[in-house]
């Protein structure tokens, strides 16, 4: 079955300093990945998707991720926190149409970003 | 502002209660999926709906049901409700052909 993982369920960084959010994701065909960001009482906000179009992927709001079969990896990085990033981040990955399930999105636990002064 | 919009924004109900939530998905988006959130289950997929006729089948209770009618707006039913049920219920639409989905603000259901 394809699962998300996203390591570290809290991360803390300084305003202005490198943000890096980890997700590994498992899936024998190159799925579809998302990174979506939920802000406090909101709903779900895409971020960026990688549709296998180009392996370095930019989104909104200054963030960009890369993907790397090698490593079933999807890390979504920004190179200089602002105070409003500070929210919970999820990794998502819908199945490719060769596999099951490839209606939904499969998300992982999400991450918690906290941005400090 | 996605586009998606969902009511009520928020439930408070009973256990053994029934309560419907709606979705009205983006204009032009024939697909509604519909989201548990929770903090021992995260985000899991329920149902989704394409054009009025269901597609795909999540972790779904047999007392939970959905439907899709003529116009794309969607409901969620979930009736005999327990206190697990608690959760933000999220909805969202996607293109004809699109990969990506359009979550609503969601419905938070409290059970008391």
């Known amino acids: 079955a394809q699962s998300v993982t996203q390591l570290g369920s809290h991360v803390s960084v300084s305003e202005g300093a490198l943000v890096l959010l980890r997700c590994n994701y498992s899936s024998s065909v190159p799925p579809y990945l998302f990174w979506y960001v939920q802000y406090p009482n909101q709903g779900l906000q895409l971020l960026l998707k990688y549709t296998s179009a180009a392996t370095l992927v930019k989104g909104i709001n200054g963030f960009e991720a890369e993907f790397k079969k090698s490593e079933t990896s999807f890390h979504l990085t920004k190179p200089s926190a602002h105070m409003s990033d500070a929210a919970e981040y999820f990794c998502?990955?819908?199945?490719?149409?060769?596999?099951?399930?490839?209606?939904?999105?499969?998300f992982g636990a999400g991450t918690r970003l906290a941005v400090h002064p | 502002d996605s586009g998606v919009t969902q009511t009520p924004k928020h439930l408070i109900t009973a256990t053994g209660q029934r309560v419907t939530l709606r979705c009205s998905p983006r204009s032009g988006d024939l697909s509604v999926y519909w989201y548990q959130q929770s903090l021992d289950q995260g985000l899991q997929f329920l149902i989704q709906?394409?054009?009025?006729?269901?597609?795909a089948k999540g972790n779904i209770l047999e007392r939970f049901s959905a439907q899709q009618f003529p116009d794309l707006h969607s409901e969620l039913n979930l009736s005999s409700l327990e206190l697990g049920d608690s959760a933000l219920y999220f909805c969202?639409?996607?293109?004809?052909?699109?990969?990506?989905?359009?979550f609503g603000p969601g419905t938070r259901l409290t059970v008391l």
């Open positions: 969202a639409s996607s293109p004809k052909g699109g990969s990506e989905q359009f």
């Open positions: 998502a990955v819908r199945p490719s149409l060769f596999s099951g399930g490839y209606n939904k999105l499969i």
């Open positions: 709906y394409y054009n009025g006729e269901e597609r």
